[in-house]
């Protein structure tokens, strides 16, 4: 592909995604310059067409558009403190992951040292980079992101841009992965319950998927609608018989010999959203307890 009208990029860290990254850049014709601590890593990169840079200093002059991939934020800066003016008119996409904090004070430190500063979440595997399926999240300078958008769109077909706040990319992947990880955690717990009598998880499985599908997905955009009100009706199912329901499973788990944990969680916080008034709300009230917790 020819690299006509693709702006020049530099990719800085070659790990798994820092290299789908680059290759990304490459294979639509971006002349793309990458560096790595590890020089190595870029042999299949150079092998493809990318530049090699000796140093930072060498990449960061090679392109206005500086992506970064690195461990985290304080790699980052270790690499880019020792620069001063060299980043004088770049930009810099930090697709580094870390919190909402540290995201704000990377950005402050940026605009101390003179460059534009662009952070993002990167909601993808590598080798979904470049595809329309990969998600990153974007934070920072409304025309600092409409100048570099196109190039950026070279990675992610859905390349969302979240705002001003640098501190929202971090934001939204941490409460995204939040999402996954106990939904899955959910998941497992249902089947250490079944498989304590020796039921197969594939015998489960279709019953599980229907209950995703029918009963938890359609309950999502209402209990959304609720937060934003700060109003839980209860719609047939009041936290305080939910509560009820919930302390069967913490003693059902406690007796299969399965970890009552989650379970028990759940309990705690329901007993909490009924002690501040909510027995006769909806299940959503628990969020008043996670928000705020005692």
Not at 13 to 40: C, D, Q
Not at 50 to 59: H, Q
Not at 202 to 212: E, G, I, R, T, V
Request: hydrophobic content about 45%; some cysteine; charged content about 20%.
């Amino acid at each position: 592909m020819t690299s006509d009208n693709r702006a020049p990029v530099t990719v800085i860290g070659l790990g798994s995604m820092g290299s789908a990254l680059a290759k990304s850049f490459v294979a639509k014709g971006h002349p793309t310059t990458v560096w790595n601590r590890t020089p190595e890593k870029a042999d299949d990169l150079v092998a493809a067409g990318a530049v090699r840079a000796a140093s930072v200093a060498e990449a960061v002059a090679a392109s206005e558009l500086v992506v970064v991939c690195v461990l985290d934020y304080h790699a980052m800066r270790e690499l880019f403190d020792p620069l001063g003016d060299a980043l004088s008119g770049r930009t810099v996409v930090n697709l580094t992951s870390g919190t909402p904090e540290e995201a704000r004070e990377t950005a402050k430190w940026a605009a101390e040292r003179g460059f534009d500063y662009v952070d993002g979440a990167i909601m993808a595997i590598p080798p979904m980079i470049g595809s329309e399926e990969a998600l990153i999240f974007y934070g920072g300078p409304q025309a600092v992101y409409d100048a570099h958008s196109a190039s950026l769109a070279t990675i992610a077909g859905a390349g969302t841009y979240l705002g001003e706040d640098a501190g929202l990319p971090s934001l939204y992947d941490v409460a995204l992965l939040g999402l996954m990880w106990t939904t899955w955690a959910g998941f497992m717990h249902s089947l250490a319950l079944v498989k304590s009598e020796n039921v197969d998880a594939a015998a489960f499985l279709p019953y599980a998927q229907a209950w995703f599908e029918h009963v938890i997905s359609p309950e999502v955009p209402g209990i959304a609608g609720q937060v934003d009100a700060g109003d839980y009706p209860d719609e047939g199912s009041a936290l305080g018989m939910q509560a009820i329901a919930i302390e069967h499973l913490v003693d059902a788990s406690r007796a299969q010999g399965v970890d009552a944990a989650l379970p028990e969680f759940l309990k705690q916080r329901a007993q909490e959203a009924i002690k501040r008034g909510h027995a006769g709300s909806g299940f959503g009230a628990l969020f008043e307890v996670l928000r705020k917790p005692e």
